[in-house]
Structure formats: C-alpha cells, structure tokens
C-alpha cells in the first residue's frame, strides 16, 4: 500500500488532484459496490419485497450519517486550515473534538431509532408487508453504526493529514469484506436481509479498525489532544460542513419522499423498481461525490496558505473530471438499462422490471449535471463558504427533488416522478454558476 505523505501546497495540481481523486473514488465505488451488491442478492434470493424493504430503512440512518459528516467534515476543513497555517496544536484539537461528538451523537440518536423504528418506517413509505423485514434489518444495523461514523470520520481527518491512500485502503477493505460476506451469508447461508445486515455490520468493524490503528502510530500531524476547551470552537467549525448534513439528511427526506409516492401510485413492484435505479445512480453519484470530496482538503489547505492560483487548478481538474464521467454514465445507461436493472429484477416481465426501464430512461439525464453540483458544493465548503454550499445542497437534494414529486405526478402521473431528479438537478446547475460568479471576484481576487 502506498502511504507516501503529500505536500498540498506544492505539487503539481492536477496530478495531486488525481493523487486524491482516484483511490478516493475507489473506496467510494467499492463502499458503493458493497451496497449494490446487498440489493443484487437481496433481489435475485430474498425477492422484491425484501428488496423494497431494505430501501425503505436507508432514510432511518440519515440523520446519524448526516450530523456525522458536518461535524466530521466541518472539523476537517478547519483543521486543513490549521495545518495550512502550520498550526498544529489546533489542527490536533479540532480533531479530537471532532471524534468524541460524533461518538456521542451516534450512540444517542441509535438508542432512540431502536425505540421507535416501525412508527418511523410506515411514516418514510413503509407497508404491512415491508414494515417487518424493515424492522429487523434495522435493528441488526444499529450497533454497528457507530463503527461506520467513525471510521469513516477517521479517513477524512486522514486525507487533510495528507495519507489519501490510508483513508482509501479501509474504505475499501470494508467493502469488499462486505461484497464475501454478502455471498456467503445470503447466497450460501440463506440467510437474506438478516445476513445482508450482519456483512455491513462486519465490514463497518473493519474499516474503522484500519483507520484506529494508522492514528494509534502517530504517522502524521494530526494526534488525539484531550483539550476539550472552547467547544464553541467544534460547533463553529461543524456549521460549515452545514452542507453535507443538509445533503445527507435531504437526501433521506427525498427517498422516503420517492418511497410514498411509489407506493401510492404502484405499491410494492413500484417501491422494487425505484430501489434497483437507485442503487444504480447511487454508484454513479458516488464516482462525482469522491472527486468533488477530494477537492476538500486540496482547496481547504491552499485557503489557508493563501495559494489561490492553485485553488483555481484544482475546481478546474474536478469540473472537467465529473463532465466526462457524466457523459459516460449516461451513455451507460442508454445502451444497458435492461442489463443493469435485470441484476435485481428477475423477472423481465414484471411490472417492477418495465417501471424500472422508465424510470432510467429519464433520469439519466441528470448526471450530465449532477457532479458538476457537487464540485461547486465541496468548493464552497472548502473556501469556507457554508451558506452557498448549503443553498446547493439543499437545492438539489431536498427542495427542489421535493418540490418536483409533489407537483408533476399530479400532472404527468409516473413520467413526473422519473422527471424530478433531471429537472431539479437542472436549478441546482443554474443557482451554483450564479453563486460562483457573484463570488469569484472576492474569494478567488489573488
């Protein structure tokens, strides 16, 4: 594994662009995989319900996930800041915080999804006939959470420290420990969502054990500081990573959102077949949302060397990245819809299979914008600018999604639902250039 440190504020910038991009996208891709690969033998041993069901719990952990990655996130950048200033102390204080409230915050927010889950789950689209396997699925997931927010938490502090290849190898390890276990606790075992839930757990333990251990041998700059002084300071720092909770929970809010309307206008197939699109658009995303985090710690660290020729370099390497990748993925969906949808619809004929090749032939449109989105969003929280970052995430994550799927079904019935993601990412793309124009002249003056 390579471990090689890299200076931020010096090496060539697109080549560093890459040097963090690529193993971030693949960790992000394997942690992707992992989870299709959940869907894929959910689908093809436990059926079509199974599979609506664990759609179904996803939106439960969002707002564990999503107050994990402020904090996480928002630490990070403040200590990509510090270490930028050659402030270290501080930088290993941020830290340290960072950790210690997202524990608190998981441990609290479990206990209280444990309590209520199956009136949360009829409440996010949950049916009679999902409520059940719903129900087990997350309670098996809740004691491994904690392991999952920080050690992914961990790898973001890895990669401002300057050790990419780190962060990715445990993101990755868990993965695939993820996709072997899936094989053989579901395909062999027989055991369907139960055993799905235990091989996420699993490589949850995994991958923070990875990242515990790279911290425990002080290789970088960041080490644990038991200053717990001056907390404002971590709650000051989690507001700017502000759009990332906002992601995170808006997109929970908009797949229960999707999960009730594809309920209400074709019950439990329709439910199935907008799980199978999204797992596949969560791939695709994940490919714009590793090059767009990546751009993090880069633009963060010359923020604060004050390099803004670099930072500039760096928003052009991420923009060009995720048009080429966009324009794949659309072309992938255009020539194999039916391949990609029949990897968790058996059935060719069902009505779950056909609303699924609907679905994808309308919302590919939307990642010929959607990483583009995300790399003005990373930009904004790197150049410390939460308010604009939080506009665009919310834009395209909750408002707009939201907007769209309680307006055009009444219109257009199902082509409305397929249509809410193209359009609402369409705004999004129109309010982020005007956000970065009316900002460029004073953040990027140097």
């Given at each position: 594994?390579?471990?090689?440190?890299?200076?931020?504020?010096?090496?060539?910038?697109?080549?560093?662009?890459?040097?963090?991009?690529?193993?971030?996208?693949?960790?992000?891709?394997?942690?992707?995989?992992?989870?299709?690969?959940?869907?894929?033998?959910?689908?093809?041993?436990?059926?079509?319900?199974?599979?609506?069901?664990?759609?179904?719990?996803?939106?439960?952990?969002?707002?564990?996930?999503?107050?994990?990655?402020?904090?996480?996130?928002?630490?990070?950048?403040?200590?990509?800041?510090?270490?930028?200033?050659?402030?270290?102390?501080?930088?290993?204080?941020?830290?340290?915080?960072?950790?210690?409230?997202?524990?608190?915050?998981?441990?609290?927010?479990?206990?209280?999804?444990?309590?209520?889950?199956?009136?949360?789950?009829?409440?996010?689209?949950?049916?009679?006939?999902?409520?059940?396997?719903?129900?087990?699925?997350?309670?098996?997931?809740?004691?491994?959470?904690?392991?999952?927010?920080?050690?992914?938490?961990?790898?973001?502090?890895?990669?401002?420290?300057?050790?990419?290849?780190?962060?990715?190898?445990?993101?990755?390890?868990?993965?695939?420990?993820?996709?072997?276990?899936?094989?053989?606790?579901?395909?062999?075992?027989?055991?369907?969502?139960?055993?799905?839930?235990?091989?996420?757990?699993?490589?949850?333990?995994?991958?923070?054990?990875?990242?515990?251990?790279?911290?425990?041998?002080?290789?970088?700059?960041?080490?644990?500081?038991?200053?717990?002084?001056?907390?404002?300071?971590?709650?000051?720092?989690?507001?700017?990573?502000?759009?990332?909770?906002?992601?995170?929970?808006?997109?929970?809010?908009?797949?229960?959102?999707?999960?009730?309307?594809?309920?209400?206008?074709?019950?439990?197939e329709g439910v199935a077949a907008f799980t199978a699109i999204n797992y596949i658009?969560?791939?695709?995303?994940?490919?714009?949302?590793?090059?767009?985090?990546?751009?993090?710690?880069?633009?963060?660290?010359?923020?604060?060397?004050?390099?803004?020729?670099?930072?500039?370099?760096?928003?052009?390497?991420?923009?060009?990245?995720?048009?080429?990748?966009?324009?794949?993925?659309?072309?992938?969906?255009?020539?194999?819809?039916?391949?990609?949808?029949?990897?968790?619809?058996?059935?060719?004929?069902?009505?779950?299979?056909?609303?699924?090749?609907?679905?994808?032939?309308?919302?590919?449109?939307?990642?010929?914008?959607?990483?583009?989105?995300?790399?003005?969003?990373?930009?904004?929280?790197?150049?410390?600018?939460?308010?604009?970052?939080?506009?665009?995430?919310?834009?395209?994550?909750?408002?707009?999604?939201?907007?769209?799927?309680?307006?055009l079904p009444l219109y257009f019935g199902k082509t409305g639902i397929y249509s809410?993601?193209?359009?609402?990412?369409?705004?999004?793309?129109?309010?982020?250039?005007?956000?970065?124009?009316?900002?460029?002249?004073?953040?990027?003056?140097?």
């Amino acid at each position: 594994m390579n471990n090689k440190k890299y200076d931020i504020t010096i090496s060539n910038e697109t080549g560093l662009f890459y040097r963090f991009a690529l193993p971030n996208i693949l960790s992000f891709v394997l942690m992707s995989s992992a989870g299709i690969v959940d869907g894929i033998f959910i689908g093809k041993y436990a059926g079509e319900i199974s599979l609506a069901a664990v759609n179904i719990s996803y939106p439960v952990f969002s707002f564990i996930w999503g107050l994990a990655m402020m904090i996480m996130v928002g630490g990070a950048v403040a200590a990509g800041k510090y270490l930028g200033e050659k402030n270290i102390d501080k930088a290993c204080q941020i830290f340290t915080k960072s950790i210690f409230a997202v524990a608190f915050i998981t441990i609290i927010i479990s206990l209280l999804i444990f309590l209520f889950n199956e009136k949360i789950i009829m409440i996010i689209g949950g049916s009679e006939k999902t409520l059940p396997i719903s129900s087990e699925y997350i309670k098996l997931i809740l004691p491994f959470v904690i392991f999952n927010t920080l050690g992914y938490g961990l790898s973001i502090f890895a990669r401002v420290d300057g050790f990419p290849f780190t962060a990715s190898f445990a993101l990755v390890t868990g993965a695939l420990i993820n996709i072997v276990l899936d094989a053989l606790f579901i395909a062999v075992f027989n055991m369907g969502v139960k055993g799905a839930a235990y091989a996420t757990g699993i490589s949850f333990i995994s991958g923070f054990l990875i990242m515990a251990v790279h911290f425990a041998k002080h290789k970088g700059n960041l080490k644990f500081s038991f200053n717990f002084n001056n907390m404002y300071e971590l709650f000051k720092a989690s507001l700017n990573g502000l759009s990332e909770f906002l992601n995170e929970i808006s997109v929970g809010i908009t797949m229960a959102l999707f999960n009730v309307v594809m309920m209400k206008y074709a019950k439990e197939e329709g439910v199935a077949a907008f799980t199978a699109i999204n797992y596949i658009l969560w791939l695709g995303d994940m490919v714009n949302y590793a090059a767009a985090d990546s751009l993090n710690p880069l633009i963060s660290t010359n923020y604060g060397a004050g390099k803004f020729n670099r930072i500039k370099k760096f928003l052009k390497a991420g923009i060009i990245f995720t048009i080429c990748n966009g324009i794949f993925i659309f072309l992938l969906l255009s020539f194999a819809g039916p391949f990609l949808t029949s990897l968790f619809i058996n059935n060719s004929s069902s009505n779950a299979f056909t609303i699924s090749i609907e679905f994808m032939s309308i919302i590919k449109w939307a990642f010929l914008l959607s990483g583009i989105n995300m790399v003005f969003s990373s930009y904004f929280t790197a150049m410390l600018r939460p308010k604009e970052s939080a506009i665009i995430a919310m834009l395209r994550s909750l408002i707009m999604p939201c907007t769209m799927l309680l307006l055009l079904p009444l219109y257009f019935g199902k082509t409305g639902i397929y249509s809410a993601v193209p359009l609402s990412e369409l705004v999004t793309f129109l309010a982020a250039i005007t956000l970065f124009i009316y900002t460029k002249k004073f953040l990027l003056k140097r």
